[in-house]
C-alpha cells in the first residue's frame, strides 16, 4: 500500500514537474529581479548600502544588471540552469557582504533561502532525457 502511494506522487510529480519548477523560477525571478531594478535608482536604498560597503557604483549596476538578467533566463527552461547559477553566486556575495557587515538572521537567513533555491534549480535540468528516465 505505501509502496503504491509513493509510486503514484512520484508519477504525478514527475508529471508536474515542469510547471513546479517554472512557478518557482518565476516567484524567485519576480522577487531578485525587482530588487535588481531598484539598484539602478541613484537615489534608492540600495544606493546608500552599497556606499555603506564600500563598493564601487558600477557594482551596484552590474548586480542589478546580473540580478534581472538571471531572473529573465530563470523563466526559460533551457536557460533556466545557467540563470539560477547566476543569481546563486550572486545571493551568495550578498550573503558574504551581509555576514561581514552585519545582518540579521531573518535576513541572513531569507538570502542563504534564496542561494539555495536557485542552487536547486541549476541542477534540474527538465529538458534531460536521462533525467527523467531516472525518474521512471
Same mark, same amino acid.
Given at each position: 500500500?505505501?509502496?503504491?502511494?509513493?509510486? !503514484? +506522487?512520484?508519477?504525478f510529480?514527475?508529471?508536474?514537474q515542469?510547471?513546479?519548477?517554472?512557478? +518557482?523560477g518565476?516567484?524567485?525571478a #519576480?522577487?531578485?529581479?525587482? !530588487?535588481?531594478?531598484?539598484? *539602478?535608482?541613484?537615489?534608492?536604498?540600495?544606493t546608500?548600502?552599497? &556606499?555603506?560597503?564600500g #563598493?564601487?557604483?558600477?557594482f551596484?549596476? *552590474? &548586480?542589478g544588471?546580473?540580478?534581472?538578467?538571471g =531572473?529573465?533566463?530563470?523563466?526559460?527552461?533551457?536557460?533556466?540552469?545557467? =540563470?539560477?547559477?547566476?543569481?546563486?553566486?550572486?545571493?551568495? =556575495?550578498a550573503?558574504?557582504?551581509?555576514?561581514?557587515?552585519?545582518?540579521s538572521l531573518?535576513?541572513?537567513?531569507a538570502?542563504? *533561502? !534564496?542561494a539555495i533555491?536557485? +542552487? *536547486?534549480?541549476?541542477?534540474?535540468?527538465?529538458?534531460?532525457?536521462? #533525467?527523467?528516465? !531516472?525518474?521512471?
Amino acid at each position: 500500500m505505501l509502496t503504491k502511494t509513493i509510486l !503514484n +506522487l512520484r508519477i504525478f510529480l514527475t508529471k508536474t514537474q515542469p510547471v513546479l519548477l517554472w512557478l +518557482l523560477g518565476a516567484y524567485l525571478a #519576480y522577487r531578485l529581479g525587482i !530588487n535588481g531594478i531598484r539598484k *539602478f535608482d541613484p537615489d534608492g536604498m540600495w544606493t546608500k548600502a552599497f &556606499i555603506r560597503w564600500g #563598493y564601487p557604483v558600477w557594482f551596484r549596476i *552590474f &548586480i542589478g544588471v546580473l540580478e534581472v538578467g538571471g =531572473g529573465l533566463l530563470v523563466l526559460i527552461p533551457k536557460t533556466r540552469p545557467l =540563470g539560477a547559477l547566476i543569481l546563486a553566486v550572486v545571493m551568495i =556575495g550578498a550573503l558574504s557582504t551581509r555576514i561581514i557587515f552585519g545582518t540579521s538572521l531573518d535576513d541572513a537567513m531569507a538570502i542563504a *533561502f !534564496n542561494a539555495i533555491a536557485f +542552487l *536547486f534549480l541549476a541542477s534540474i535540468l527538465p529538458h534531460d532525457r536521462q #533525467y527523467h528516465q !531516472n525518474l521512471q
